[in-house]
């Protein structure tokens, strides 16, 4: 059974850094997408960053673009997300998700799920 494991959650000041990381087991996503999802308290979880088996072809959305890098170790089995310039409104807890089916970058679902890792940004 495939189980996705996030660390580097915290609480940190805006304009800090955050790196996030999620290490799968139990099946190879090398050829899948593989991503993060964010959901704020009273909100949906939303897409905020994914990538293509290969790396090559990557979406953010509107709120996260410039400031936020997502990343892959096909070989490590785990992708990253690099996070600066923190906000308030990042505020959330941070799933990592993997495909178990081929999708297009921007799509927002998914088939494996963390369990999620807290980011608390004060301002």
């Known amino acids: 059974q495939a189980q996705l494991v996030e660390s580097g959650g915290g609480s940190v000041q805006a304009g800090d850094s955050l790196r996030l990381s999620c290490a799968a087991s139990?099946?190879?996503?090398?050829?899948?997408?593989m991503g993060w999802f964010r959901q704020a308290p009273g909100k949906e979880r939303e897409l905020v960053a994914a990538?293509?088996?290969?790396?090559?072809?990557?979406y953010y959305s509107d709120s996260v673009k410039g400031r936020f890098t997502i990343s892959r170790d096909n070989a490590k089995n785990t992708v990253y997300l690099q996070m600066n310039s923190l906000k308030p409104e990042d505020t959330a807890v941070y799933y990592c998700?993997?495909?178990?089916?081929?999708?297009?970058?921007?799509?927002?679902?998914?088939?494996?799920w963390g369990q999620g890792t807290q980011v608390t940004v004060s301002s």
């Open positions: 998700a993997a495909d178990a089916i081929s999708r297009k970058v921007d799509m927002p679902l998914s088939d494996y």
């Open positions: 139990g099946r190879r996503f090398s050829s899948n997408r």
């Open positions: 990538i293509n088996w290969s790396g090559r072809d990557t």
